[in-house]
């Protein structure tokens, strides 16, 4: 799941965050760069939504004002990097950074039936929401493949926000409203999407940056938890969610506002944050940040041919709480026996096992397939996911395995993540 904090005491000498990378150290050059490129265009989930004309999130002038470098995702013009992927990361990582993650989708529930419409639709049991509460779950088909990862929100008795994958909206949309018409619940779909902005402010010091912006009680967010301002509270704006949830290993806060705020809103934190070490970060810190975390990306560890609890999703699939779609299927695959299970690794050599590279046992033969691969600013080694059999010789950790790269076979040891928090 990709996911995703106002006063203005902001005149100060500031000085630049001095920022030390762990070593070994980095720099991204263009042809790693480019290297990425390559790979995210031709990785990332597809999207039925991508056309010849890209759209565009409310921030999108910031992003070309700020020298952003640029690139189609789930039909969005959108910034990849902005000082350099390497240098973002670590920002997140000591300090904080900031993403603009507007393209994701948010869909309202309400009615009163909408509680019994998500505990059908998702995986996770929504009975232990209330209002102010939030948790990650997955939406499922009947066979127990996976639509989209997805966060829920209690706004209050009778009222959801679902929040979904930018590269899955229409087909979300669709299953969300396919599974309404055939449940008959008392309840209505609005996708809000268009008319919603979502910024992620992420690291170490977001609480502190945010207590410069705003007498709000944030500090008192709990995680995967959230507080919705009065009208006018958070930086004037009229409609705002400020949530602790996060996609990238650290704490943070994830602000939704009108569009019309965002680059006000942008603006501020970006101010109130530059004593902080706040940078702006784009789309690639983000997936190595989560990727550095161990979470899952839809399209790579999750997709409709992956059950759930194949990708070490059963502390959100719940099939004894309530039975949602593609529950038999689930209740099924964990009677038998999961079949393969999604690992992390660390490569204990130089080079980087992407999407797709085999991975083999010490004989040769191939077991499975790397899901996600990257190189760890924090450990200086490449890291990843992959999916093997559901065997203690190719799951269990401290395990050598091997990944296969063009005509090399490297070396890897099979790793719990978070990764950055191994050893």
């Known amino acids: 799941m990709e996911q995703w904090a106002g006063g203005r005491r902001m005149k100060r000498n500031l000085q630049p965050f001095n920022l030390k990378p762990s070593n070994p150290p980095f720099t991204i050059h263009r042809s790693a760069f480019l290297r990425f490129a390559t790979f995210w265009r031709s990785n990332r989930p597809p999207s039925p939504m991508e056309s010849t004309t890209l759209r565009t999130t409310p921030l999108h002038a910031v992003h070309v004002a700020l020298g952003a470098k640029m690139m189609p995702f789930a039909g969005f013009d959108m910034p990849v990097q902005y000082s350099g992927i390497m240098d973002e990361h670590h920002a997140v990582r000591q300090a904080a950074g900031l993403f603009d993650v507007s393209h994701m989708g948010e869909v309202f529930v309400r009615g009163p039936q909408a509680f019994e419409f998500v505990q059908r639709l998702v995986t996770n049991d929504a009975a232990k929401l209330y209002d102010g509460k939030a948790m990650y779950t997955v939406m499922c088909r009947e066979d127990g493949g996976a639509v989209d990862d997805l966060l829920v929100y209690r706004i209050a008795e009778g009222e959801y926000m ?35 902005a979502l910024l992620a402010l992420q690291g170490p010091k977001a609480f502190d940056i945010i207590a410069e912006v705003t007498d709000l009680p944030v500090a008192g967010i709990a995680f995967y938890h ?29 602000i939704y506002c009108e569009p ?21 970060a784009g789309l690639g810190a983000r997936d190595t940040l989560r990727l550095e ?8 560890e999750l997709d409709e041919s992956i059950n ?4 070490g999703l059963g502390w959100v699939t719940k099939p004894d709480a309530a039975d949602f779609v593609g529950v038999e299927a689930v209740r099924a695959m964990k009677a038998a026996g999961i079949p393969r299970k999604l690992i992390g690794f660390v490569i204990n050599e130089r080079g980087i096992a992407r999407q797709g590279c085999p991975i083999s046992d010490a004989d040769g033969n191939e077991i499975g397939e790397v899901t996600s691969g990257t190189q760890s600013p924090v450990l200086g080694k490449a890291v990843g996911l992959g999916f093997v059999p559901n065997n203690p010789d190719y799951t269990t950790p401290g395990s050598p395995i091997y990944m296969k790269v063009r005509n090399r ?7 719990k993540p978070p990764f950055h928090k191994a050893g």
Not at 409 to 415: C, V, W
Request: net charge negative.
């Open 260 to 280: 019309k705020k965002a680059e006000e809103v942008w603006n501020d934190l970006m101010a109130a944050g530059k004593r902080h070490g706040l940078k702006p």
């Open 162 to 196: 679902l929040v979904i994958n930018a590269s899955n909206i229409e087909k979300d949309l669709a299953h969300i409203r396919a599974q309404h018409e055939a449940s008959g619940f008392d309840c209505s779909i609005e996708d809000a999407s268009d008319s919603t």
């Open 293 to 300: 975390a161990g979470y899952c990306l839809y399209g790579h």
């Open 226 to 254: 959230f507080i919705q301002p009065e009208p006018g509270a958070f930086l004037g704006c009229q409609r705002a969610i400020l949530s602790y949830t996060g996609y990238t290993g650290e704490k943070g806060l994830e």
């Open 409 to 415: 076979t490297l070396e890897a040891t099979i790793t």
């Open 308 to 311: 759930p609890l194949e990708a």
